[in-house]
Nanobody
């Protein structure tokens, strides 16, 4: 059973940057899967943010296009999300999981907060 562990969140001012990391426990899973980042803002459903295929194809939700960048390091089984030009509306708990169909093994997520 694969385990996912997110880290790197924090409190930043609007316009600031963060780098989120997602550590994946199984190398065979990591190298073969399309993986994505999702987020859940207070009072909202969890939503898609960005995804990267095993071959490097990327896709982004419209609201983060041009500001966020997804990347992966197969050697360390780590998925990254670089968040730039952060806005208060980016405040949420961020999660990683499979894409397009997340599995039920969600990690604890990492909190991103953005002050005006």
């Amino acid at each position: 059973q694969v385990q996912l562990a997110e880290s790197g969140g924090g409190l930043v001012q609007a316009g600031g940057s963060l780098r989120l990391s997602c550590s994946v426990s199984l190398s065979t899973f990591f190298s073969a899967q399309s993986l994505g980042w999702y987020r859940r803002a207070p009072g909202n459903e969890r939503e898609f943010v960005a995804r990267m295929s095993a071959t490097g194809t990327t896709d982004y939700e419209d609201a983060v296009q041009g500001r966020f960048t997804i990347s992966r390091d197969n050697a360390t089984r780590t998925l990254y999300l670089h968040l730039n030009s952060l806005k208060p509306e980016d405040k949420a708990v961020y999660y990683c999981n499979e894409w397009p169909q997340p599995n039920e093994n969600w990690g604890q997520g990492t909190q991103v907060s953005v002050s005006p």
